[in-house]
């Protein structure tokens, strides 16, 4: 039996809280099922017999959760009645947990109260669970001194339920006692007598292999219409990065997230396990950890356990053909002689093959090979692999040999085969994979006469391939490495196009991982292609420098993206062609030329097409839905964006440029108010675990919304997972302001609500010190807005705060001195521009002009670009000037305007704002019936509810409308139950049925 503290179970709870493995302080990623658990509970208060049975494997956190829910239940009122069962074999305590309990009732209430609850002498027979109820009395029939025990439980619980909820939970039910399990079976078999009762029973499902005698019990209780299974699944990627940032408090570092996934599979203990207290992994399992899960497979008969040894080094899955061929077994001998594994649950048994049931387990299986007995496994299985390459999925061959002759120390056919792989590996866009094997090649080389005869490729070459590949799985650090050591060996006087290309990467990479030797190697390729040398290599320096080389962008950046697209044309290089006109195009929308910049963005989409060059294709995503969202065209920004986002699925880069693009359909959607949408397309993309500066750039977003809805406390937790991972960066220039200006925006909102003013007025000084607002607009006026603001609040609160007074004055003056220098390009920046000199003109040392007629043009600007949140804040600061105008009628014309769209919007904050301006100015908002304005869609469902029926209604499944509608299948999963719940339908085609007989579809969708 797997077992953390074998033979003295009932001390986990003590050694668990005595252990230093850190841990959690909070619980992650289970609120559907603590959301289950509290519906539960709540039908049992009212009257429904509800039992849950709660399984998952060793570690999985089922402890956790029914601790998380029962401390709840408590504070709600509940009595929580807990107890164990002991790992003691077969023989063990009888009805331990029921003892537990009963003696936990007794520390609470005392032994004669609790009697007291029992009529007559009952109370004797609870002697037979704990000694405090004297003497049992003496009944020779043993069968009726069980019943009559059984029955005293039962009435203790029913009448503790007369009182309070009843919460019992009976944990680790696969080590209960045959006594125990007939108890529990009694109890819950009763439980249509009782109400306000709720029982909870965990187990561990990976232990009932096929003859354990929970498995019947649990069948037999699946009959109960009132019990209901709870497979606790192990946590999504991104719930194990978040657990393992709670655990060490800070954001992990993506390879560090990516590494903790691959060995724990999102087992809550093991991610405990396996991190060290210095916040890193350990790279060794720790003895607790191996007995645990080495204990199972350590019971197994010797034969099986030789296999299983053997199937360690071939991997998490072995096919059975491949590992019938590496041992030497006929297909059936192995089939018997691994049976016992799969009963066990250390394997699991598939169509042609084994899988370890946890990572890990193969991980211990593996570290306790003898050197020589690992060496003689990756040999046998890189040899019977070269015999037959069929033994594996198609293409994976040669990757497996690689990696079973490196570790059979096989020095040359390592490294011959490594460079095979990673060909392999490449055509399959395996990338992280080839550079792994590029890697090895290189780490080999000096081990390997003749190399480069034997690969058919230099050194140098290998370097230049390890060094793109690094770049394609984003992994710059190690590119900018091999990039240097290439530019170390490759001879620029002989060929300077290949040392001009190799800086060119190196430059990418370096900007990637946030270095600043870009520029110089940027300006070093140039030098080695003038005109006339090289076009195709020229033209790609050009590109590169006009966004990173200063004497190459500004006032030069048109010559230069002219001269690159003409180059690029003369070498028929489509790629880069498609790069200079979608530069050629963001030059033209910076000078306010939207038209002709869309136009570009055509052309270069059509030439790239043309060249089925994918990256360009992106990258012209990307730009064209960032000048739409500038020009105020959210909704085609949205959907530029999100024909990106499947095109990059489509070429392998969901995680990466995918991801970028989800920044791209997130921000449309947050300034059309969708704020629900924009959180799942955010979610979506961090469930893909992005590369960090997307995931930076995400979050800051997430945070917007939640600041914007009052939520200070998910503001706060974005603001610092974003600025923790930025921290670990350094960018510069206009690259970087679209990280630090909306971080600080962000950070400066939040201080502002939280009425930190002396916080909020040094961040914005800090960012204007470190940053140059004027090189980016975009980013720079929404800064200037806030720091606007909190000047103004900053003035208003005077008296009491004299160090900010004076820090705002001076900083109100330096915004507006920024601000007079500022471009404005496009509707949205027009509009930031107008509410800037809106709020800063509140000031008395502003230019003078009338406060009502400057918040009336922002509010006019914010509604021709379709932004209802800065509209209705525009609108009450409106109204607010007309109040002080004397204006009465145009002031609650204006509140009343904001007020619906606060409505709609769901924002507390700014409703409590207009609230309060209505009250102090005895303005009726007229509260019920505002409601009835806000057009919805029918039958209570949400916008996002509709939209979901409309698939729905189309015969769509899940996954197909998580893909149309960018959000997951587990969130597109809950809005089909909430769905269903509102229509009253208990199924998809109920719902479909009953959407076609309402003509649900037949009219347009309500607006959003
Ligand atoms: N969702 C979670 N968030 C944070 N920590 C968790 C979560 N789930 C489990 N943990 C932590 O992981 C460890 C293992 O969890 P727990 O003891 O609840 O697992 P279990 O399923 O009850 O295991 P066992 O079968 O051994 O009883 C504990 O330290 C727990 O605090
Ligand atoms: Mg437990």
Not at 158 to 187: C, G, K, M, P, Y
Not at 356 to 375: K, M, S
Not at 720 to 739: I, K
Request: proline share 4%.
């Amino acid at each position: 039996m797997i077992s953390r503290f074998p033979g003295q179970p009932q001390l986990n709870g003590m050694l668990e809280s005595m252990s230093l493995r850190p841990s959690s302080p909070v619980l992650v990623g289970r609120g559907e099922q603590l959301a289950a658990l509290d519906a539960a509970l709540d039908r049992a208060c009212g009257g429904g017999a509800v039992t849950l049975l709660v399984g998952g494997e060793a570690g999985i956190g089922k402890s956790r959760l029914v601790n998380e829910f029962a401390t709840g239940a408590r504070a709600g009122g509940a009595r929580v009645l807990r107890g164990g069962c002991l790992d003691l074999g077969t023989d063990g305590l009888p009805f331990a947990p029921f003892s537990a309990m009963i003696r936990e009732l007794v520390r609470d209430l005392g032994a004669e109260q609790v009697a007291g609850l029992l009529p007559g002498r009952a109370a004797s027979d609870l002697a037979r669970l704990l000694p405090e109820f004297g003497e049992p009395d003496r009944e020779a029939d043993p069968v009726v001194a069980r019943a009559r025990l059984f029955e005293q439980v039962l009435t203790l619980v029913e009448r503790l339920a007369e009182d309070a909820a009843v919460v019992l939970v009976i944990e680790d039910a696969h080590w209960a006692d045959r006594s125990t399990r007939d108890l529990l079976a009694f109890l819950i078999g009763s439980q249509q007598a009782l109400c306000n009762v709720l029982i909870i029973v965990t187990y561990r499902s990976d232990e009932l292999h096929r003859s354990h005698p929970l498995r019947a019990l649990l069948a037999e209780l699946d009959r109960l219409g009132w019990v209901e299974r709870m497979e606790l699944p192990r946590l999504t990627p991104l719930h194990a990065n978040e657990l393992v940032a709670c655990i060490t408090g800070r954001e992990p570092a993506a390879s560090l997230a990516d590494e903790v996934y691959r060995r724990t599979e999102g087992n809550p203990l093991f991610v405990e396990e396996l991190l060290c207290c210095d916040g890193g992994m350990s790279a060794e399992l720790p003895e607790s950890l191996r007995d645990l899960l080495l204990a199972a497979a350590r019971r197994l008969p010797e034969e099986t356990q030789d296999l299983l040894r053997a199937a360690s080094a071939g991997g998490q899955r072995n096919g059975d053909a491949l590992l019938a061929a590496v041992t030497g077994h006929s297909s059936d001998d192995l089939t018997r002689a691994l049976r016992p594994a799969v009963s066990a649950n250390v394997l699991l048994a598939d169509d042609g093959g084994y899988t370890f049931r946890h990572a890990l387990i193969r991980e211990a299986v593996y570290d306790d090979l003898l050197p020589g007995e690992r060496t003689r496994l990756h040999t046998r299985f890189a040899e019977v692999l070269g015999a037959d390459s069929t033994l594996v999925p198609a293409g994976r061959a040669a990757i497996e040999q690689a990696h079973h002759w490196y570790h059979a120390h096989d020095t040359t056919s390592a490294l011959t085969s490594a460079w095979l792989a990673a060909a392999a590996a490449g055509r399959a866009l395996a990338h992280a994979e080839q550079l792994t094997l590029l890697a090895r090649v290189l780490e080999l080389w000096d081990k390997v006469p003749d190399a480069d005869e034997r690969i058919g490729a230099s050194h140098l070459t290998v370097l230049e391939q390890a060094a793109c590949a690094a770049e394609a799985a984003d992994n710059s650090e190690r590119g900018v490495g091999f990039a240097s050591a290439a530019l170390q060996e490759v001879d620029a006087a002989a060929e300077p196009a290949r040392a001009a290309l190799l800086l060119l990467t190196r430059a990418r990479l370096a900007r990637h991982s946030g270095r600043e030797s870009e520029t110089a190697d940027l300006r070093a390729a140039l030098e080695l292609v003038p005109p006339g040398t090289d076009d195709g290599a020229r033209a790609k320096v050009l590109i590169s420098g006009i966004k990173h080389v200063p004497e190459m962008s500004g006032a030069a950046a048109q010559d230069v993206a002219v001269e690159a697209r003409t180059l690029a044309r003369r070498a028929g290089d489509g790629a880069t062609e498609a790069a200079a006109l979608a530069e050629l195009a963001s030059i033209d929308s910076g000078v306010g030329d939207d038209a002709a910049a869309l136009q570009r963005f055509d052309e270069a989409r059509a030439i790239a097409m043309r060249a089925g060059a994918h990256g360009q294709l992106l990258h012209i995503a990307v730009n064209e839905s960032h000048v739409l969202e500038g020009m105020g065209e959210h909704e085609r920004a949205e959907r530029t964006a999100r024909a990106g986002i499947a095109q990059a699925g489509a070429y392998g880069l969901a995680r990466t440029t995918g991801t970028f693009l989800a920044i791209n359909v997130a921000e449309p959607l947050v300034s059309l108010g969708r704020w629900d949408e924009a959180l799942e397309a955010i979610e979506h993309a961090l469930e893909l675990s992005p590369p960090t500066i997307n995931r930076v750039a995400l979050r800051i977003v997430g945070g917007d919304i939640a600041l914007r809805r009052g939520d200070l406390a998910g503001a706060t937790a974005a603001l610092a997972a974003a600025s923790a991972a930025l921290g670990m960066r350094r960018y510069r220039g206009p690259h970087g302001s679209q990280y630090y200006l909306p971080l600080a925006r962000l950070e400066a909102g939040l201080a502002l609500a939280e009425e930190r003013l002396s916080d909020a007025l040094a961040t914005i000084d800090a960012t204007a010190d470190q940053h140059d607002l004027l090189l980016t607009p975009r980013y720079g006026w929404p800064l200037l807005v806030v720091g606007a603001r909190v000047c103004a609040e900053a003035a208003r609160g005077a008296r009491r705060d004299h160090p900010s007074r004076v820090q705002a004055e001076a900083l109100l003056g330096r915004l507006l001195a920024i601000a007079s220098k500022m471009d404005a390009a496009g509707p949205v920046q027009q509009a930031f521009r107008l509410t800037f000199d809106a709020e800063a003109g509140r000031e008395p040392s502003a230019p003078a002009g009338s406060p009502l007629v400057r918040w009336d043009s922002a509010a006019a600007a914010w509604e021709k670009v379709s932004q209802p949140y800065e509209l209705a804040m525009a609108l009450n600061q409106a109204a607010a000037a007309a109040m002080a105008a004397g204006d009465r009628d145009g002031a609650a014309e204006r509140l009343l305007r904001a007020a619906h769209l606060a409505e709609q919007l769901g924002v507390r904050p700014l409703r409590a704002d207009i609230g309060a301006l209505a009250r102090s100015a005895r303005i009726m908002l007229g509260e019920p019936s505002d409601e009835e304005d806000v057009p919805r869609p029918a039958l209570g469902l949400t916008t996002r509810e509709f939209e979901v029926l409309r698939h729905v209604a189309a015969g769509q499944s899940n996954p197909e409308i998580a893909a149309e509608l960018f959000i997951s299948a587990k969130t597109a999963s809950v809005h089909v139950s909430n769905i269903l719940a509102k229509l009253g339908v208990a199924s998809r085609g109920e719902a479909a049925a009953a959407a076609h007989r309402l003509r649900l579809f037949e009219q347009q969708a309500p607006a959003a």
